[in-house]
């Protein structure tokens, strides 16, 4: 049975060229068609689960093996009574032979075939999209693209078979047409309609992802697309699956170990914020990034902060958090430090980041750190020589900064984010946290992390600059980079998926609650249950 459950282990992920080389080993050792039965199978036991009291169930079946899956489910649903209705793509004459052997199937066992989707579908009913699945390679045409307008038009709950159509398995961008319109209304029904002329789409909207997980479910377009994400392995055995090596992870919840009682201050490290540009530079003050930084390193365990603003002085104490410790930059000292640089640091940060890429042990660089090395090429290199040197850095770029470094645009970032994000990584030699819907996690000679947490709360000004404090919270405590870049923004996106509904949200009250972070059962019910999927169950 296709299980949803929450990811407590690291789970790999297959993007579609290593899952058709899975696909054929097992087709290889199993009798002919057992695959496509097996998924249509599993897509008809999640359909009656999903829709146990539908009138009707639509399918929408593409020309390919994606759509034999659909007939495949529709074979069972039929015989379950709850009416499937049919509009396939393909022809008997030209479908591949398991596709072709699940239409006879369907005929044969009464399947109602039509040549336009059902009318009548309501909220209790079911809408299934076996249009493409992991072989699409452009946006949908014709009769395919008017059945996907309709899908997603339909009052009824959509499931997706493998994939939802458009959406790339391997990078999470979307290749239909009607991607805004999806994703503008399961972000907010009620305003897509009325500006798309949709009618709201019920939650929840479900995806079976089948014999693998796929990398462009949980990044880019690809959380919004899929909504609940189902998984089935189909029987596989466990050496065919584990032949391939993952071309990616799913980032996991981080366990927390219990502080030893016998623990003082310099037991977990000190962290230095270096940012924070004054307003007499340039008029343009960005001292508070630097305070929330320094807030969430503090929130998120550190055992001193130390907070070096670029202001020239002008700040001289901070009464509303009197545990930080204000320091000039020249009085820091770098080799004891873990040092998180950048974050409104604006045109100021130039004069310190030499001496940060030359002396701190373990670094973050942020927001202008990254625009400034992205500009100076003696910096990139200083950059570069930091791992040899035995000394840790983490990068964390939204996908703007992360094309400055790159000599690209944010666009074809965010077109390709897990190769974006391991370009940087290896050009740089460093911890890369590409931020965003399905942050990306890489670390050179590693697949890339995909972190499973968050929602559109972290949308706004400052959070990116809790991110990087709470980054280099861990980094202190003596993770390793891909370990606390990992840790840490897990843990920040969990904060705001169970935040309280009526609690106002802000970067400076996530800061504070970065310390909050429990995966227990204990955690407060009242909060939204962000469940994923895992092989199994």
Not at 236 to 259: H, I, V, Y
Not at 376 to 400: E, I, K, M
Not at 444 to 470: H, K, M, W
Request: aromatic share 4%; hydrophobic share 45%.
């Amino acid at each position: 049975m296709p299980t949803l459950v929450r990811s407590q282990i690291p789970l790999a992920l297959h993007d579609s060229a290593a899952t058709r080389r899975i696909e054929q080993a097992a087709a290889n050792a199993l009798p002919a068609h057992t695959l496509m039965q097996r998924a249509g199978l599993a897509t008809a036991r999640l359909a009656l689960a999903l829709a146990p009291h539908a009138r009707r169930v639509w399918i929408a079946a593409g020309p390919g093996n994606n759509g034999g899956d659909g007939l495949e489910a529709a074979v069972h649903l039929n015989a379950w009574g709850l009416n499937p209705v049919v509009t396939w793509l393909g022809r008997p004459d030209t479908a591949p032979p398991d596709a072709r052997a699940s239409w006879q199937r369907a005929v044969q066992a009464g399947v109602m075939f039509a040549e336009q989707p059902p009318a009548d579908l309501g909220p209790q009913d079911l809408a299934i999209d076996a249009l493409l699945g992991i072989g699409a390679t452009r946006a949908p045409g014709g009769r395919m693209a008017d059945w996907l307008q309709q899908l997603h038009a339909s009052p009824a709950p959509v499931l997706a078979v493998d994939v939802p159509t458009g959406l790339n398995a391997d990078t999470g961008w979307m290749r239909t047409p009607v991607t805004t319109e999806i994703i503008a209304a399961r972000a907010d029904p009620a305003s897509a309609a009325g500006q798309f002329g949709l009618k709201p789409l019920p939650p929840p909207h479900h995806t079976l992802s089948l014999l693998t997980l796929k990398p462009g479910l949980f990044t880019a377009h690809g959380r919004d697309a899929s909504g609940a994400i189902w998984f089935d392995d189909l029987g596989l055995p466990a050496n065919l699956r584990d032949a391939e090596p993952p071309s990616a992870w799913l980032n996991a919840a981080p366990t927390a170990a219990p502080r030893p009682h016998a623990s003082h201050k310099g037991s977990f490290g000190d962290v230095a914020i270096v940012g924070g540009e004054g307003l007499a530079a340039r008029g343009l003050g960005m001292t508070g990034a630097a305070l929330l930084a320094a807030s969430a390193a503090l929130h998120g365990g550190a055992g001193r902060v130390l907070l070096s603003l670029l202001d020239d002085g002008q700040m001289t104490h901070i009464a509303s958090q009197p545990e930080l410790m204000l320091r000039r930059f020249e009085r820091l000292e770098l080799p004891a430090l873990t040092v998180v640089c950048g974050c409104g640091g604006g045109d100021a940060v130039s004069a310190v980041l030499p001496a940060v890429l030359h002396a701190a042990p373990r670094a973050v660089l942020d927001a202008d750190a990254l625009n400034v090395i992205a500009a100076d090429a003696a910096l990139q290199a200083a950059l570069r020589q930091r791992a040899p040197a035995g000394q840790a850095t983490v990068l964390t770029p939204h996908p703007l900064e992360a094309a400055r470094l790159l000599g690209s645009t944010s666009a074809q970032v965010q077109q390709g984010r897990l190769q974006a994000a391991t370009q940087l990584a290896e050009r740089f030699a460093c911890t890369v946290v590409l931020k965003g819907s399905g942050s990306v996690i890489a670390t050179p000679g590693q697949p890339p992390v995909i972190n499973p947490t968050g929602n559109a709360r972290l949308a706004t000004a400052g959070t990116g600059d809790v991110l990087a404090g709470l980054i280099g919270a861990h980094l202190a405590a003596g993770q390793s980079a891909p370990q606390a870049a990992a840790d840490a923004v897990y843990r920040h996106g969990w904060v705001a998926d169970h935040w309280a509904a009526e609690q106002p949200f802000t970067a400076g009250a996530l800061a504070r609650h970065v310390g909050a972070f429990d995966t227990s059962p204990r955690a407060d019910i009242r909060l939204r249950d962000q469940s994923l999927l895992a092989p199994g169950g």
